[in-house]
């Protein structure tokens, strides 16, 4: 897909204005005499940032040295579904094609285990047709647009440049990617040497980014494949979308149609879609300033390592219960096979046991716990409520861990085993309905949720160390355009971990209030006259400040841990008779609470 930001326009190396010019003249007439329409619009270049500003003031793009920036423009007012852009399939590369030639043949007889199998084909195509054919190629009009360098793609940052992304995880997935490029060009050199002659590996990945930035997944004859969409490759990103694009079997063509109208003049946007910014600073070669969406949603996600601490008392269980769930197919096809067979419900146990047998326990005692990487942003998601998941079961003591780990009877042993779990009976009063350390949505206790906010604080407070500056200090450095200039490397370097920080801190103040939330109600049931939730919650929602608590973490607060305090005073009457009621909303009970709001 297309390159650069909200909005973010492509590079292209800079010769001189007039070759410039030329070939681009050259690429325009080539498309219209293959049939391709786009009269309603032009290109621009852009000879400074502030002149691209003046156009677009809300929108953004990018700039690296000796490079020119240009966008597609309407020449015209363009009304609301008019179709401005027309690509025939006969201009568009695809993976086919790549797949047709002869190095692409070789590839596909290997069945190597590439890292992007259809990016690899479309590189296949466009590095083999460049060398082959040179300038009698019919795509050479289109090759000689195409940047020249990617100096703004990570993978080709410099060593200073990269520093500047010190104590962010992106670092890690732009080796992975050098790393996966440069397995999946050396596996191809294995089984087709030829590749050395087409290209070197700078050349490869030169290849792979042209086309992970610029490649649109389309339906073509019913088949779901990957293009290079010359002209098209040129519109900038822009939320929320303006514009929608298809492949049209009728026409035989590749189709771009305006969502609301567009006025003469204005630049023509498409949008790569909501994405975190280490996706687009990953793939596209920029990180947008303000990635949120129109409902002020962010998608900007930060990665949370978790894992059982070697030091833990609990250690071995623990790490049986973290490791379940995590079965192979054996263990699936052996329930599976056994389900199908009607026989008394222990055989059906005996046979998916026969697929785990010991494995947890072992798993446990000699190996390391497995880490897992929950990626969260500023919501209340799936991510969200496993995270909690997690740190909970992190946070158990040895009676709570017995309790959500302990094996029902009848048919809910099947679904355990299908999920690797024992078969111990409960050493608890409460029944497990719990199958794995994934599946605890819902507070354990008081005691364990507090210390799961606590584990949670000091895991973000040692993510928040690995940076060499701090949230504030970036934010400044933001606002530094000469030192930071708009559009530039460092610029989106900084972009990125601020949108990291930021997301960190959210949950950080996140744990802050619930362990505040936390001791009040424990006041409150430790008969504490001046403890009062009810308040807490209404200060908390009456703060509106840019300090205030999110709305997730309120609704959190309000919803998950009123039903936890509602708990708990259940368990205290119990225990002693206390007859003070907590204030339970009219014809409702904790249950009622927990079905639309988990974490």
């Not at 494949?225 to 519109?235: C, E, G, N, Q, R």
Request: with cysteine.
């Amino acid at each position: 897909m297309p390159s650069i930001g909200q909005t973010m326009p492509k590079l292209q190396t800079k010769v001189n204005n007039r070759s410039a010019e030329d070939k681009f003249q050259k690429f325009e007439a080539w498309l219209k005499e293959n049939g391709a329409y786009f009269d309603l619009l032009e290109l621009r270049e852009y000879d400074t940032p502030l002149e691209m500003d003046a156009a677009e003031e809300k929108k953004e793009s990018t700039i690296v040295d000796e490079s020119e920036m240009r966008g597609v423009h309407s020449r015209v007012d363009i009304p609301a579904d008019t179709v401005c852009m027309i690509i025939p399939r006969k201009c568009l590369i695809t993976v086919e094609m790549g797949q047709a030639t002869p190095l692409g043949q070789t590839i596909l007889e290997s069945d190597l285990d590439l890292d992007a199998p259809k990016h690899i084909f479309l590189m296949i195509y466009i590095l083999w047709d460049r060398k082959v054919n040179g300038s009698n190629s019919f795509f050479h009009p289109y090759y000689e647009i195409l940047p020249r360098t990617l100096g703004n793609m990570p993978i080709f940052w410099s060593t200073e440049e990269l520093s500047l992304l010190e104590g962010s995880y992106l670092l890690e997935q732009i080796a992975d990617r050098n790393e996966a490029i440069a397995e999946d060009y050396h596996a191809i050199c294995q089984v087709a040497p030829d590749l050395q002659e087409l290209c070197t590996l700078e050349e490869f990945k030169w290849a792979r980014m042209c086309v992970c930035s610029r490649n649109f997944g389309l339906q073509i004859d019913g088949h779901r494949t990957s293009a290079m969409v010359p002209h098209a490759d040129m519109l900038n990103h822009y939320r929320p979308r303006e514009t929608k694009w298809t492949f049209e079997e009728e026409r035989q063509a590749f189709t771009i149609t305006s969502l609301q109208r567009i006025h003469a003049g204005a630049q023509v946007y498409d949008s790569y879609g909501q994405k975190c910014n280490h996706r687009f600073l990953l793939n596209y070669g920029f990180a947008v300033e303000d990635n949120n969406e129109i409902d002020g949603f962010c998608p900007n996600e930060v990665p949370i390592d978790l894992s059982v601490s070697s030091s833990d008392l609990l250690y071995a269980k623990k790490v049986e219960f973290w490791s379940r769930g995590e079965t192979d197919s054996n263990t699936l096809s052996a329930a599976l096979a056994a389900m199908s067979d009607p026989q008394s419900l222990a055989a059906t146990i005996d046979a998916v046991r026969a697929g785990t047998s010991g494995n947890a326990s072992r798993r446990s005692c000699d190996e390391e716990a497995p880490v897992k990487r929950v990626r969260v942003c500023v919501s209340n998601n799936e991510n969200t409520r496993l995270l909690f998941s997690l740190l909970r079961t992190l946070a158990c003591n040895e009676e709570e861990l017995n309790v959500i780990s302990t094996s029902s009877t009848g048919e809910g042993v099947v679904g355990r085993a299908l999920f690797g779990l024992t078969d111990q009976r409960s050493l608890g009063t409460i029944p497990a309905f719990f199958r794995s350390c994934r599946d605890i949505r819902h507070p354990i206790s008081l005691r364990n949720e507090r210390a799961a906010m606590r584990l949670l604080l000091d895991t973000i407070s040692r993510s928040l160390a690995s940076y060499p500056t701090t949230l504030g200090k970036d934010i400044a450095d933001l606002g530094d355009l000469n030192a930071f200039p708009r559009f530039s490397n460092q610029r989106h370097a900084k972009i990125q971990v601020r949108g990291e920080k930021e997301v960190l801190h959210h949950f950080a103040r996140w744990a802050r209030a619930a362990i505040e939330v936390l001791d009040i109600i424990e006041r409150e049931v430790h008969g504490d006259d001046t403890a009062s939730f009810d308040a807490t919650i209404a200060l908390m929602a009456a703060d509106e400040s840019p300090n205030g608590a999110h709305h997730t973490v309120l609704r959190y607060c309000e919803d998950v841990l009123g039903s936890l305090r509602r708990e708990e005073w259940k368990n205290t009457r119990r225990r002693n008779g206390n007859s003070k009621n907590p204030g339970i909303a009219a014809g409702k009970t904790p249950s009622d609470f927990l079905p639309y709001y988990n974490c």
